[in-house]
């Protein structure tokens, strides 16, 4: 298993401003992908985060509004660029540690852009 | 398109029962699924993961079904209790990562 935590577990931002967030793993791991979970929905994939390569984004979601840094095996960050309030959402991370197996997923980032 | 739905967006069920929530699948054939269990304000925790070749996979009162001719995954637990309540999340693997993509959640209550 993996143990993740996310920095911070919530804040509230001011419609244009950005805000990072960080994930960070107890062990080294290839993969950690980016979720995002509006309110009363599931949640949706942003982005798959490789370390040393660009981040692989799905269909809806680009890089300038959502970049993505891995600098190692055990780090990520995921930035919301440019707030509104359409993207009040929780955002987690997520690790799966072989290929094809489960996924474990931090606690999750709560944002409220006003 | 590719879709997996989970019919039921809640369920209530009386302690001591057995709850049974659904995951269907269109347009594809998963290698495998994966049951989650999501709390308030918490990330998904894994369950179980049952493989197209496993007719049935059981974890303590837990028990899930592949009925790849339906196209579609039971999730049972049995015995339930309060203490069962949670959003509970099927999902699919798929791309060169093995992304996953959930289903909408089943909300259940398990009343005392």
């Known amino acids: 298993s993996a143990v993740i935590s996310q920095k911070p577990s919530r804040d509230i931002c001011q419609r244009g401003t950005s805000l990072t967030i960080q994930c960070q793993v107890d062990?080294?791991?290839?993969?950690m992908f980016w979720y995002r979970q509006q309110p009363g929905q599931s949640l949706t994939l942003i982005a798959t985060?490789?370390?040393?390569?660009?981040?692989?984004?799905e269909s809806g979601f680009v890089i300038d509004k959502f970049p993505i840094s891995r600098p190692n095996l055990t780090f990520s960050t995921l930035t919301v660029s440019n707030m509104s309030p359409e993207d009040s959402s929780i955002y987690l991370c997520?690790?799966?540690?072989?290929?094809?197996?489960?996924?474990?997923f931090g606690p999750g980032t709560r944002l409220t852009v006003t | 398109s590719q879709k997996i739905e989970q019919n039921s967006e809640a369920l209530n069920i009386q302690e001591g029962k057995t709850a049974t929530l659904t995951c269907n699948y269109t347009?594809?054939?998963?290698?495998?699924l994966q049951w989650y269990r999501q709390d308030p304000g918490r990330g998904p925790v894994f369950l179980l993961l049952i493989r197209e070749n496993e007719k049935e996979k059981r974890k303590e009162r837990l028990k899930v079904t592949f009925d790849t001719t339906l196209k579609q995954s039971l999730f049972h637990i049995t015995a339930s209790q309060p203490a069962d309540s949670a959003t509970y999340l099927c999902a699919r693997a798929s791309g060169s990562a093995r992304q996953l993509t959930f289903g909408s959640g089943t909300q259940l209550t398990v009343l005392p």
């Open positions: 062990s080294q791991v290839t993969m």
């Open positions: 997520s690790v799966g540690l072989a290929q094809g197996n489960e996924q474990y």
């Open positions: 347009n594809y054939s998963p290698a495998y």
């Open positions: 985060a490789n370390q040393g390569s660009e981040a692989t984004y």
